[in-house]
């Protein structure tokens, strides 16, 4: 696909990305799934592969991809960096489900993990998945031909993305009362941290592995960090406006958590306005790359769109 132009033919962008990535990412992840692997114990594969195989929008590959392509880097040689960033992901899901997290008992419309292999595993699988990331980028992407300090600035992107001052330093955020603060603007540091550093991390490892400019990667690098507080604005959103079967999880369980949000500090249509808001900050951010456009702007720009 030309890095420049739309050429969407009338689809949604986020249905472009979907045939262009999120199908080829999932066929891989299919294929890998089912790779022999004697030296796991089977009860721990099976729960990995679980969450790993059930479903979801799969945005962060998917950046994670198409940044790598238009950094002149084929999207099957950073499959990868995109199955790291999907590792962390999925790791987090697990861990955020958990009765002395969320609680929740479903996810993607499945049971989570815990309720079908119990909590001690999957709290292992969780953290084996963790690492499982770094080890897999380190270890095939130099396989695909990335230089090396290619791939070492691109995993430290990810580990930084996913670390105490990213995902892990959100997540405490969002559920350490005494590391909460009053004021309505801390949604904001927590979204960024939780939700927006590892869509970042994926955005921007996938440009890295390119051979670009400092310059180039700071695009990117503000495209991410907008788009990952926009979809997590969305999220907010959803789970007061969408049903059970239209989120895949149990709606409305911030409010019965009396969690920080951006409804509850902003209100239904502020929260709409900041969402368009960020959305647009993310499609300026790759504006100077792709004056004539390009689908990432677009998708930018449409991701709003899923709250009205």
């Known amino acids: 696909m030309s890095a420049e132009g739309n050429g969407t033919g009338g689809k949604?962008?986020?249905?472009?990305?979907?045939?262009?990535?999120?199908?080829?990412?999932?066929?891989?992840?299919?294929?890998?799934?089912?790779?022999?692997?004697?030296?796991?114990?089977?009860?721990?594969?099976?729960?990995?592969?679980?969450?790993?195989?059930?479903?979801?929008?799969?945005?962060?590959?998917?950046?994670?991809?198409?940044?790598?392509?238009?950094?002149?880097?084929?999207?099957?040689?950073?499959?990868?960096?995109?199955?790291?960033?999907?590792?962390?992901?999925?790791?987090?899901?697990?861990?955020?489900?958990?009765?002395?997290?969320?609680?929740d008992d479903f996810r993607r419309g499945k049971p989570t993990n815990h309720k079908v292999f119990g909590e001690a595993l999957a709290v292992i699988?969780?953290?084996?998945?963790?690492?499982?990331?770094?080890?897999?980028?380190?270890?095939?992407?130099?396989?695909?031909?990335?230089?090396?300090?290619?791939?070492?600035?691109?995993?430290?992107?990810?580990?930084?993305?996913?670390?105490?001052?990213?995902?892990?330093?959100?997540?405490?955020?969002?559920?350490?009362?005494?590391?909460?603060?009053?004021?309505?603007?801390?949604?904001?540091?927590?979204?960024?941290?939780?939700?927006?550093?590892?869509?970042?991390?994926a955005v921007a490892s996938g440009a890295m592995l390119g051979d670009i400019s400092d310059a180039t990667l700071q695009c990117y690098y503000d495209y991410g960090t907008h788009l990952g507080l926009a979809f997590q604005i969305v999220d907010d959103i959803l789970d007061v406006t969408a049903t059970k079967e239209e989120l895949g999880k149990t709606p409305n369980k911030d409010e019965a958590q009396d969690k920080r949000t951006f409804v509850s500090a902003y209100g239904l249509d502020e929260a709409k306005r900041l969402a368009v808001r960020e959305s647009e900050a993310a499609a300026h951010a790759l504006e100077p790359l792709f004056p004539q456009g390009d689908l990432l702007i677009d998708v930018a720009k449409s991701l709003a769109m899923r709250t009205f």
């Open 12 to 103: 949604s962008p986020l249905k472009i990305l979907d045939e262009q990535y999120v199908r080829l990412f999932e066929a891989h992840l299919e294929e890998f799934c089912k790779e022999e692997r004697s030296n796991i114990p089977e009860r721990l594969a099976q729960s990995m592969a679980y969450s790993l195989t059930a479903g979801g929008k799969r945005l962060r590959p998917a950046l994670c991809l198409a940044a790598a392509e238009r950094c002149g880097v084929a999207p099957e040689r950073a499959l990868p960096m995109a199955m790291a960033a999907e590792f962390i992901h999925t790791a987090s899901l697990i861990h955020d489900d958990l009765p002395c997290m969320d609680d």
């Open 125 to 201: 699988a969780g953290d084996c998945m963790m690492i499982w990331a770094f080890s897999h980028a380190l270890c095939r992407l130099p396989a695909q031909g990335i230089q090396p300090e290619r791939v070492l600035r691109a995993v430290t992107l990810l580990a930084e993305g996913s670390g105490p001052a990213g995902m892990g330093g959100g997540q405490v955020l969002d559920t350490d009362r005494e590391s909460q603060r009053d004021d309505r603007d801390f949604v904001f540091e927590i979204a960024s941290m939780k939700t927006g550093a590892l869509i970042r991390a």
